[in-house]
């Protein structure tokens, strides 16, 4: 096999085009990846009222292809693929830092 192919599925990237657009809070995520728990924690936690639409990636039929388009689609190889208001904002990392310096809450209101 080898590494993943950025291969960008039409079908699939629309499909992520209409979830990150119906959704506020998107994330691609993995269901054993701590930076992955972590961010849907700090949703969860800091944003217990605004709903989350979560995919498993390791749990959902074609994870992998949409992993693949999703790299194509951001530049990002790794979860979680975090998007707000059908904008990428990154991974755990980012979305921390967003938190932290108050722009995730403004973002979100």
């Keep these: 096999m080898g590494l993943v192919q950025s291969k960008t599925n039409p079908a699939v990237k629309q ?6 657009k119906n959704y506020k809070v998107v994330i691609y995520s993995k269901s054993y990846c701590p930076h992955c728990t972590r961010a849907k924690s700090l949703f ?3 944003f217990p009222n605004i709903p989350i639409r979560v995919y498993e990636l390791d749990k959902v039929p074609g994870g992998s292809e949409i992993q693949s388009t999703l790299l194509g689609m951001t530049g ?3 979860v979680p693929s975090v998007w707000i ?3 990428h904002i990154g991974g755990n990392d980012d979305t921390q830092a967003a938190f932290r310096s108050g722009s995730l809450s403004q973002m979100l209101s």
Excluded at 15 to 20: A, K, L, M, T
């Design 85 to 87: 208001n059908g904008k």
């Design 15 to 20: 499909s992520i085009n209409e979830d990150v």
């Design 76 to 78: 990002q190889r790794t």
């Design 44 to 46: 969860n936690k800091q």
